[in-house]
């Protein structure tokens, strides 16, 4: 399995008063570093989609919040693709403020086609061997 790693500041914005992380930002990260990993193996979301009408929507995500991120702390989000399905992806993510494991969480997201109505498509083997292999 191949881990890609996406590092991120965090910023004013996503924490609330006490300058601790508002726990959605989780989620809104596990996408950005999802969207990061495919571009990395060479299926950047958006080419995709221009090109091919291909998408990967999300259809669950959760999220296990060990320690608060804090105000300017440096992040690394490590995401691994954990299984691929016939039409269904599951990737997994470890946030890590340094050495320490801040959260984990999980999504499933559905190789899509959106040529007309959007139906779920088998997920091609090329990207089943670069994530996989």
């Known amino acids: 399995m191949r881990t890609i ?3 991120f500041e965090v910023k004013w914005g996503d924490t609330d008063a006490a300058a601790i992380v508002f726990y959605p930002n ?3 990260w596990m996408n950005e570093a999802s969207h990061h990993y495919f571009a990395e193996i ?3 979301p958006s080419k995709l989609f221009e090109e091919e009408k291909v998408g990967m929507p999300l ?3 959760t999220c296990q919040f060990k320690t608060p991120l804090l ?3 440096i992040v690394t989000v490590y995401s691994t ?3 691929v399905r016939n039409k269904v992806i599951m990737m997994e993510h470890v946030f890590k403020r340094e050495e320490t494991v801040v959260a984990t969480g999980k999504e499933v997201r559905a190789w899509t086609s959106f040529e007309g109505t959007p139906k779920a ?3 091609p083997e090329k990207l089943r061997e670069k994530a996989l292999g």
């Open 81 to 83: 693709i954990s299984e």
């Open 59 to 61: 259809l669950e995500a």
């Open 26 to 28: 989780f989620y809104k």
């Open 121 to 123: 498509i088998p997920v």
């Open 42 to 44: 060479g299926y950047k």
């Open 5 to 7: 790693e996406y590092t």
């Open 71 to 73: 105000f300017e702390d």
